[in-house]
């Protein structure tokens, strides 16, 4: 007996999961879920023991197929684990069935009043699952290397829409009360469970693709994300068909915590996408790319995130390659490699946490979350595709995506792929200092362009308008981040004034010079940052914002009263961000 996942106490001994039928009735004034799930296993039991996780879930009741009732014992609460629910499961048995009630405080929910919302009308509900909150929603294994397949039923206010990351098959309406069904066909990974409840409208943007919106914003979203299609197929071409039928996309309230996450049908994105001028749909190619790398073949544990979001990154800059030109990839690679080195200093005292193969055991994926499995993974795939040739290095993901097609894998399935399918590939790029080493290794080639030259020829000072005439927001951004910290007020003063930088409509344009500017002590853009701070819940923008004015002593104390400020409006995971930072 052992455990498959640090993460989970889901043991190899016992029966797994192959599906689940759900059944929810959404209760807003209380914010709980009222639920029931059935289990089905993928063999009958042998009798004995099964350990299922949980976090803070009022369980009310385990019952056999039959409804006949099964000893239960939930276990004190671990604090990143959460509860072990030990369930005694009978000789034989094909499925059990859990009775319980969700925590108004559930970790992967939110609960939005409706002056939280838009139109503030009515009440909305929305889901975070990834890494390991899905057992606050549900009783289960919540571990990637256990995919499942599931049915679920919601029952909402009639007044408003729910929609789920599955396929919908009806909605019927009781009164005041209405029930929508839905179907997941492929297996998924738990952290991939996602629903949502609110007034929402939607539109088509092609025949495989529609966005979600609540009403007033439904517009602006389908003129943002009208190109999905030829996104859609520039990645079909290069990694082979898409395997989940639709890509639906549904626009979030300000405080969902990312900038999108990939549930299969219905991906989520955060609002502050909608800049206006499709500038950054690059994260609607990201998670279009999760379709292959991540939610097709997805990391077995937490340990190997790199396998998830390194692949993802690498596809993702190959689709912008694609439909953008290689200058623009080298672009936003230069980006990935600036965030790379401050996340690096980040972690200066913990430098275990920047190798790709980690060791989380007791560590919450959460607090060990940063843009390192994205970017440096990025680095080593792309160092991969050097010495190999990009032919070759093509054909060896086709053959990677191919063999764990649906599966759960490793970094050594990796390893063991490529030494098999190309020998003497790792040892030409150092493999072992890019999976098991901090940092990057001593043989990494930084990016280069002609685009990238040119901007870093502005470093260190505020750059002529002749210089800057034709750049993009991807140039601006790289600019800002590549900035030496701190720089004088004189120059931030010439920023601001030239360009106008603090009335910047696009977020990450806006936050990359709001970061800078509370480092250099710029204090004439604290106003905007207490805005920003208020309206946003997006980790990508609050970490590093509240970081820069953590680290000033004149400004903390304005952190720490933001914070307390504004703290109920953002995501349970993001408020344990902010508090990670601030701390």
């Known amino acids: 007996m052992a455990r498959l996942d640090p993460h989970s106490y889901a043991d190899d001994a016992q029966p797994r999961t192959k599906s689940f039928a759900w059944q929810a009735t959404v209760d807003f004034p209380a914010r709980v879920l009222r639920a029931e799930v059935t289990l089905y296993f993928a063999e009958p039991a042998a009798g004995g023991p099964l350990d299922l996780d949980t976090r803070e879930l009022d369980i009310e009741a385990v019952q056999d197929a039959s409804g006949g009732p099964l000893e ?19 000789k034989c048995a094909e499925a059990i069935r859990i009775r319980y009630r969700t925590s108004p405080e559930a970790s992967a929910l ?7 919302t838009l139109a503030k009308r009515h009440p909305y509900l929305f889901s975070q699952c990834q890494a390991i909150h899905a057992r606050s929603v549900l009783p289960c294994q919540d571990t990637p290397s256990i995919r499942q397949t599931f049915t679920a039923s919601l029952d909402v206010p009639a007044s408003l829409r729910a929609v789920m990351a599955a396929a919908p098959l009806s909605r019927e309406v009781h009164g005041e009360r209405a029930v929508e069904r839905f179907e997941m066909p492929q297996p998924i990974p738990p ?5 949502a409840v609110g007034d929402l409208a939607s539109k088509d943007l092609s025949p495989r693709s529609r966005v979600w919106a609540e009403p007033a914003q439904l517009d602006a979203a389908a003129w943002e994300f009208e190109r999905v299609e030829e996104h859609l197929r520039a990645a079909e071409a290069l990694f082979g068909p898409y395997d989940w039928e639709r890509f639906d996309l549904l626009v979030m309230p300000p405080s969902f915590p990312y900038g999108g996450m990939e549930n299969p049908r219905l991906t989520f994105l955060t ?9 950054l749909v690059n994260v609607v190619a990201h998670e279009l790319a999760h379709s292959w790398t991540g939610n097709l073949v997805t990391n077995a544990t937490a340990e190997h995130f790199w396998l998830n979001e390194g692949f993802t990154v690498f596809a993702e800059r190959r689709i912008l390659e694609a439909l953008e030109g290689p200058e623009m990839a080298a672009l936003h690679a230069a980006i990935g490699h600036q965030k790379l080195r401050q996340a690096f200093e980040l972690h200066a005292e913990a430098p275990e946490l920047t190798r790709l193969r980690t060791q989380l055991a007791g560590i919450d994926p959460d607090v060990a979350f940063s843009v390192v499995p994205y970017e440096k993974g990025y680095f080593f795939l792309k160092a991969l595709e050097a010495v190999a040739g990009r032919e070759a290095f093509d054909a ?9 097609r649906f599966g759960a894998v490793t970094t050594d399935d990796f390893l063991e792929l490529v030494e098999r399918e190309s020998p003497g590939l790792l040892a030409k790029v ?16 930084e990016p280069d362009s002609a685009r990238l030259r040119a901007v870093l020829q502005q470093i260190g000072r505020a750059p002529a308008t002749d210089a800057t005439k034709d750049w993009s927001v991807t140039e601006w951004v790289l600019f800002l981040e590549a900035m030496p910290r701190p720089v004088s007020s004189a120059v931030c003063e010439e920023l601001d004034a030239t360009y106008a930088l603090t009335a910047a409509k696009n977020a990450d344009l806006l936050v990359s010079w709001l970061v800078l500017a509370c480092e250099s002590g710029f204090a004439g853009v604290l106003p905007r940052v207490e805005e ?6 997006r980790m990508k923008y609050l970490k590093p914002l509240y970081r820069a004015l953590a680290t000033h002593a004149e400004t903390k104390p304005l952190a720490e009263r933001l914070f307390a400020q504004h703290r109920a409006q953002y995501h349970p995971i993001a408020q344990q961000a902010v508090q990670h930072v601030l701390a």
């Open 396 to 404: 060896l993901l086709t053959r990677w995506l191919g063999a764990h």
């Open 271 to 279: 609002p502050s996408l909608l800049a206006g001028d499709r500038s």
């Open 532 to 537: 920003v701070l208020g309206q946003t819940g």
């Open 72 to 90: 239960f014992a939930l276990h004190p609460a671990d604090p990143v684990l959460g509860s072990r629910l030990e369930i005694a499961v009978p």
């Open 110 to 116: 939110q609960w939005l009043t409706p002056e939280q």
């Open 430 to 445: 150092d493999a072992p200092a890019w999976v098991d080493a901090p940092g990057l290794p001593a043989a990494f080639r």
């Open 191 to 195: 952290y991939l469970f996602a629903l």
